[in-house]
């Protein structure tokens, strides 16, 4: 019997929340059942699939809900805020995808796993957090609620200043054999939202939480990587990876190796902020036993896996 190609899906922050929009949560579930389209398409094909997705706005809206109600509740940790958007845009997404797979009269289990995701816990940035969070405030502001809450903030492009928090790098996923399992088994499997929650090991071998932040794309990588998965799609804003992207000298690229991807990374043509992470994330794949990585935009999503038209595809040679 043939085996079936197993993929990772990821969503990006676009799929559930869009900006300019009024961040409903009615608004939210439009949008995720908006972005399954290509997905269902994928199952319909017969593909085992684990489904990523970003969480920077509600872990956003999440942090600030908590300083809002500093001193009338507890306070929660930034930890326990991703545990809890993880779960809660889990929810949304398997049951927009649980009821669409019923409307096609499609028999595929959809489940969501909170994931935890192993870091260093020497990663340097944990020392040294970068990744920007939250709220924007003035300077002064912003020096008040570090001193009270001990933050580090810093001033974000020159104009307002944020909250910064480590984003270490994923190293493993601790729940992979229990995705892998149900992965296999065709069960859907939603997993490592908004990167996962990062955890590292002690020395006597339990896992302590971190108050840090995982990229969502290196995060699909691993658990790719982890569950065997042929194919890492990472579905983001614009259909195609370009160099000098939003300049009259663009140019939209098909297809890329590892080693062409790694020139023009450090070229700067792939910026820290947007592309870069992607193509980390597609690299790391790639070098670790992948066969093919897709980079495009969700309503391109089946036309790039199966009649490959569109997206940017990353392979190692």
């Given amino acids: 019997m043939r085996?079936?190609?197993?993929?990772?899906v990821a969503l990006g922050g676009n799929a559930i929340t869009k900006k300019g929009e009024e961040d409903t949560i009615a608004r939210q579930f439009s949008n995720t059942r908006e972005s399954l389209r290509g997905i269902v398409e994928l199952i319909k094909d017969g593909y085992n699939l684990a489904i990523t997705h970003g969480n920077g706005p509600q872990v956003g809206n999440a942090v600030l809900r908590v300083e809002f109600a500093r001193g009338k509740a507890p306070i929660l940790p930034l930890g326990i805020c991703v545990a809890d958007t993880e779960g809660g845009m889990g929810?949304?997404?398997?049951?927009?995808?649980?009821?669409?797979?019923n409307k096609e009269r499609i028999k595929r289990e959809v489940v969501t796993i909170v994931t935890q995701v192993i870091v260093d816990k020497e990663d340097p940035s944990i020392k040294?957090?970068?990744?920007?969070?939250?709220q924007f405030y003035s300077r002064v502001e912003a020096k008040k609620l570090a001193k009270q809450n001990g933050w580090v903030?810093?001033?974000?492009?020159?104009?307002?200043?944020?909250?910064v928090v480590p984003s270490p790098i994923p190293l493993e996923i601790v729940e992979k054999k229990t995705v892998k399992t149900l992965v296999e088994k065709g069960i859907i499997v939603i997993a490592a939202g908004g990167?996962?929650?990062?955890?590292?090991?002690?020395?006597d071998g339990?896992?302590?939480?971190?108050?840090?932040?995982?990229?969502?794309?290196?995060?699909s990588a691993v658990l790719a990587r982890d569950i065997g998965a042929e194919l890492l799609l990472i579905l983001t804003e614009v259909e195609k990876v370009a160099l000098n992207y939003g300049t009259l000298l663009q140019q939209d690229l098909d297809r890329l190796t590892v080693e062409e991807a790694k020139k023009y990374l450090?070229?700067?043509?792939?910026?820290?902020g947007s592309m870069g992470p992607k193509i980390e994330a597609a690299i790391q794949f790639l070098e670790s036993g992948g066969k093919e990585v897709i980079i495009t935009s969700i309503p391109k999503a089946y036309d790039s896996v199966k009649k490959k038209n569109a997206g940017t595809r990353i392979v190692l040679k």
């Fill in 195 to 203: 990167g996962g929650i990062p955890v590292y090991v002690e020395n």
């Fill in 266 to 272: 450090a070229e700067r043509h792939f910026p820290a």
């Fill in 3 to 8: 085996r079936k190609k197993t993929a990772v």
């Fill in 91 to 101: 929810y949304m997404i398997e049951q927009s995808l649980q009821n669409r797979l």
């Fill in 153 to 163: 903030v810093k001033e974000d492009r020159g104009k307002m200043w944020r909250r």
């Fill in 128 to 134: 040294q957090p970068s990744k920007f969070i939250g």
């Fill in 206 to 219: 339990k896992l302590e939480g971190v108050d840090a932040v995982i990229d969502k794309d290196r995060a």
